[in-house]
């Protein structure tokens, strides 16, 4: 069965790489209009705007936005009101990964997860439920983690960060049901983005060993996932985490 998003206005933060921008491409194939945000310039983001006009059509739009800053989430959810009157769908994508002992992270490293990752994420949440109940209707999709649901030594701040998002999800999907909208998350996996970049090629395979489909996943996997939830298919799934990580949790 096709997905039809055409009409639905859809908010991928931190959408010009990565997970991102996979999401974004696979909503504007689906018909949707889409806004990307990130933290680059206006003209990277810009760039990116326009690429994907040219993938898949459309008119959407780009806006420079730190998601760990209320009084510019707050300006960038007035745009897209201006622009479009609505929001269907937020993939609340944008966070930051940094690993290191506990015992060593540095009270500034842990604010920062902590702004941009539960923050961010929360901010985000505020203003597209706003825009979401004028229409009756919306998805909320929140990019969480394996390791938010069974931790990870070494990366104890960023673990608790995904947890979190978890736990909006659920009381999200509980407190916004009545007015049509649906809140879950996905976890992924050990997924091939700028995130393990630095990764050895003897740590991939390592973890690759890890994973039942003996692969490692990649931002298209969690983009296929993130256009069924954000779709009407998944009209009764509210309040979920969906793995996505090829069996590396079971």
Request: aromatic share 6%; glycine share 12%; proline share 2%.
């Amino acid at each position: 069965m096709k997905i039809d998003l055409n009409a639905r206005v859809a908010f991928v933060t931190g959408g010009t790489r990565g997970i991102g921008w996979a999401c974004a491409k696979a909503l504007a194939y689906a018909g949707a209009t889409v806004v990307i945000s990130g933290v680059n310039n206006q003209d990277k983001i810009e760039r990116k705007r326009r690429e994907l006009e040219s993938l898949a059509g459309g008119n959407h739009l780009g806006i420079k936005c730190d998601v760990s800053n209320p009084q510019a989430v707050k300006e960038c959810y007035t745009t897209i009101f201006k622009h479009f009157r609505r929001l269907d769908i937020l993939v609340n994508n944008a966070g930051v990964m940094e690993s290191g002992l506990l015992g060593i992270t540095t009270p500034e490293s842990i604010k920062r997860i902590n702004d941009i990752n539960i923050n961010g994420a929360l901010y985000n949440l505020q203003y597209a439920v706003k825009l979401m109940m004028r229409n009756n209707y919306g998805s909320l999709i929140s990019i969480s983690s394996v390791v938010g649901l069974k931790g990870s030594g070494g990366q104890i701040v960023y673990s608790t960060s995904k947890s979190a998002l978890i736990g909006l999800t659920k009381s999200a999907a509980k407190e916004f049901g009545k007015d049509g909208i649906r809140a879950n998350a996905i976890a992924p996996g050990f997924i091939d983005t700028d995130l393990i970049k630095d990764f050895s090629e003897e740590k991939r395979q390592q973890v690759t060993e890890t994973i039942a489909l003996g692969r490692i996943g990649t931002p298209e996997d969690i983009a296929q996932s993130v256009l069924f939830l954000a779709s009407d298919m998944a009209h009764y799934i509210t309040g979920q985490v969906l793995g996505v990580d090829g069996g590396m949790v079971i």
